[in-house]
Structures are given as C-alpha cells and as structure tokens.
C-alpha cells in the first residue's frame, strides 16, 4: 500500500511539472468575463468544447478574471470528460491518477484515432512516467513534425539540435509505426507484434439499434498480479483492456442495459463470487428461463495443484495460486452457472490452464517475460453443462499469447473484430470458425501454436451454431 501510494506521488509530481511544458491544449481561451458568459452559456446549452473552457477557467482562477471553483471545475470537466473531449480525459486523468485511470485510457484512445502529431503528444503527457515511454511517444509526435515534441525531447535530451541530439533520438524506440502499412514484425519470439495506428477494435464500435434486455454479462480482466505476490507471478498484459472493450461492446453493440453488466477489474476471489451472485439474482429477477448470460474473464488460469486431478482454475488476484483451493474452479463455475438454469450460457475464457513446472512449486518466472496467461501440463478443458458453450483461447497444453501492439489477448482480440465487422450479428458457429482460424493462423506466423477450443453442451449440440450473443 505505501508502495503504491509513493507511486501515485511520484505519478502526480510529474505530471504537474510537464504540465507547464507540454501546454495547456490547442483551445483558446476568453480574455473578458463577457467572453466568459458567453461560453459558459454555451455550455450550460450542451457545447462539449464550451465545458471544457469553462473548467479551465474555474480552475485555473486567473483566465478572464474567473474566481477559482474547484467544484465548479471539476463538474464542468466530468461533463465535457463524459462527451468524448480528449483534452478533458487528459486533465480528469491529471487530477486523480488513481481514480480516475480509465479517462487517461479514453483520451489515448481518442487521440489515436485522431492519428496527429499534436495528438500524439498528448498521449506522451499521459504517460509522462515512466520517462522512457513518454520519450517513445514524443518521439512519434516529433516525426510527423510536431515542434513542441522536438522542444520537449531536446529539453530531456539536454543537447543542442545537432548531429549528438540525432544520435540520440536514433536509440529511442518510436511507440507505433506512423506509417500504418500494416506490416508484422517479429521483434523477439515471445511476443506477436503487428505495426498499426491504433487498435481498430477499440474505436467505432457499432451500436445495437435493439436494447438486449434479457442479456446479463460478468466481465473479469485480472491483470496486475505481481503487486500482490511481491513479483513472484507476473502480470497479464493487456487484461484489463479486454475486460473493459469486452464490456463497451456488451453495452454498445449488444444492446445490454448497463445496469446488466458486471465488469471487474484485478478481482479477489470474494469480489468474483459476488459477481457471480449479482448474476444470479439478476436472472432470477427476469426469469432465469429467459436470461441469456455471458462470462468473460482475461488472466490467468492454473492446473490442480494435485498432479493426478485434472481440474483447473481462474486465478484471482488475491491468490498466489499454489494452493488452488482458494482460486476459482473451472467445474463450480461450471455448475454456478448450471444451477441458474438460464436459456443460455456462453462463457469466453482468454487464460490458459497447462500450469508450470511443478518439480519447482514456484509460478514465478515461468510467464513473466512472454506475457502469457499460463502459470507445461496437460489438462481436460472443463466440460460445459446445461445450455452451455465454452470459447476457451488455446488447447490443454498451449500458452495463451499477448498481441501487443493491438493491446489485447489474441485471443480477444479476434473476438472483439468479429463482433466489430458483424455489428454483433455473428452466429455462434461463425463466431467459432473465425476465432479458430485467425487465432491458429497467427499464432503459427510466429511458430508460437495457440488453437482455441470451443465446447457445447449436449442440451446445445443440434442448435449452438445458429445461436447468437445479440
């Protein structure tokens, strides 16, 4: 906890003194009160723009005169924030970094799909820490020949424009490959990197004309393990991310009410149950025989700790997984979601379950350097019951890879571009050819196997492919 605390400080200092450097947006700004007015009416009339002038305004208490409101500030940047305002994410985020990480993800997504040196820039005063990630972006935002960003990187650098400062902009790694041809790259074997803009299934995400009313969904991204084990289990790259585009999509291109959609993010055991208790109540509330429910969960998995059982887990982030007692069985998911007795289950697993050398007991190193979502053992993937589908993303003895620049799962991934390119129309046995297909196709590119395997339940066999998320 005092670690984590110490971080946000140092976090929050830094930002505050590139604030000053990096500027305070491409808006202009009143220089009467009378301007003022006439903005704030604007924004009280609904203008996004217009709100975040007036938050700047409030908060800043010299702009035009304005008396400093930190309340007034904040209302009107959570409003402008709430439309889709980048600059506005970017000054929510600034302000509580903890709290309020979600709006530092909005602005980059926004700002990437702006594409701009000025954009880009932006995303580099997100991350001004660590130092070495905000230099990769500066570094993108000076090649499509932003100023500022060539100001700033000679600020970092301390050197003259000159052939030395050249030499050293040679040894940063630019964050994305502006050029956007699209190529694959190999950087190391253990990670799958595909050169892009931006990921395309994190924006423009269809949007369901029909509400799903009977639809209820528990979304789960585990990701930041090591904080809680000292290091000795490596974090899941990209999981949140997946849970929560896996949960815009379930609002958004679903049609599922918000108040229908559970996500949980880095989740204990205690906060996984509950959800699933929030599930049950929810479907019993509508009728369970008319609920249909989705289960998504991007982490970890395990192997039974005892070698002779076959049993697997999801691993909270509570749990150092040695004991798998304590971690979420695959079965009693399994028979949680049997005893609700809904129309349907359809339960999408980004984790892999073949475990870890046991000879050591010791998860440690074994993911932390590829990124996988494994803690090599063969185990049956759990077999589903009542009306039931599973979309697990590899086979009982593979490893579940990261598809890094995309930021997500492989597996997600494809998941999220189908329900993307179909509006969420997909059928269950289209949905299954696609992800199978593309995910076993680029995996092998990089002699890194990864099949997924899709079980249904025998209540299910004769219909399942013509049964849809939607």
């Not at 003194?17 to 604007?42: A, D, H, V, Y």
């Not at 409003?79 to 985020?93: D, G, L, S, T």
């Not at 000795?232 to 609002?251: L, Q, T, W």
């Not at 229908?260 to 509950?274: G, R």
Request: charged share 25%; with cysteine.
């Amino acid at each position: 906890m005092i670690k984590a605390m110490k971080l946000t400080v140092i976090c929050l200092l830094l930002i505050v003194s590139w604030t000053n450097s990096f500027g305070q947006s491409s808006f202009k700004m009143p220089n009467t009160k009378s301007e003022f007015k006439r903005i704030l009416t604007q924004a009280d009339e609904g203008d996004a723009h217009a709100m975040y002038i007036v938050a700047c305004c409030y908060l800043d208490g010299h702009t035009a005169n304005v008396s400093q409101s930190i309340g007034k500030g904040k209302k009107y940047l959570r409003m402008a924030a709430e439309k889709n305002i980048p600059e506005a994410c970017v000054k929510m985020y600034e302000l509580d970094c903890k709290a309020n990480e979600g709006y530092r993800n909005r602005a980059k997504e926004i700002f990437m799909a702006q594409g701009t040196g000025y954009a880009y820039f932006q995303i580099a005063r997100l991350y001004s820490y660590p130092e070495e990630e905000c230099r990769s972006w500066l570094l993108v935002a000076h090649n499509c020949g932003y100023a500022k960003a060539t100001e700033q990187l000679l600020i970092m650098s301390k050197k003259q424009r000159n052939a030395e400062f050249d030499s050293w902009l040679a040894e940063i790694t630019p964050a994305i490959d502006i050029n956007g041809n699209g190529e694959i790259n190999r950087n190391d074997r253990n990670t799958i990197e595909m050169s892009s803009a931006f990921s395309e299934v994190d924006v423009n995400l269809p949007v369901s004309e029909t509400i799903n009313k009977n639809a209820i969904a528990l979304i789960i991204g585990n990701e930041n393990y090591s904080h809680n084990s000292n290091g000795m289990i490596a974090d899941v790259p990209f999981a949140i991310n997946d849970a929560r585009k896996f949960s815009e999509y379930c609002k958004k291109t679903l049609g599922l009410e918000e108040r229908n959609v559970i996500l949980l993010t880095n989740a204990t055991k205690a906060q996984i149950e509950h959800g699933m208790d929030r599930v049950r109540a929810i479907a019993s509330g509508m009728g369970s025989a008319k609920a249909n429910i989705i289960f998504f969960y991007s982490g970890h998995g395990v192997p039974d700790e005892d070698i002779n059982r076959n049993s697997s887990y999801l691993l909270p982030i509570d749990v150092n997984g040695s004991k798998t007692k304590y971690c979420i069985s695959q079965d009693e998911l399994i028979e949680t979601f049997r005893g609700m007795q809904a129309k349907s289950t359809t339960i999408f697993l980004d984790a892999c379950f073949s475990g870890y050398a046991k000879s050591t007991n010791d998860m440690a190193m074994v993911n932390a350097k590829d990124g996988t979502r494994a803690m090599v053992r063969k185990v049956q993937p759990a077999t589903p019951k009542g009306n039931m589908i599973i979309f697990s993303s590899a086979s009982n003895n593979q490893k579940s890879w990261p598809l890094k620049e995309k930021k997500h799962g492989l597996f997600t991934y494809y998941l999220l571009k189908k329900l993307q390119d179909t509006k969420g129309e997909t059928t269950m046995g289209e949905l299954s050819s696609y992800i199978t297909d593309n995910v076993s196709n680029k995996s092998a590119y990089f002699d890194m196997q990864q099949t997924p395997v899709i079980k249904v339940s025998s209540e299910l066999m004769q219909t399942w492919k013509y049964m849809k998320l939607k």
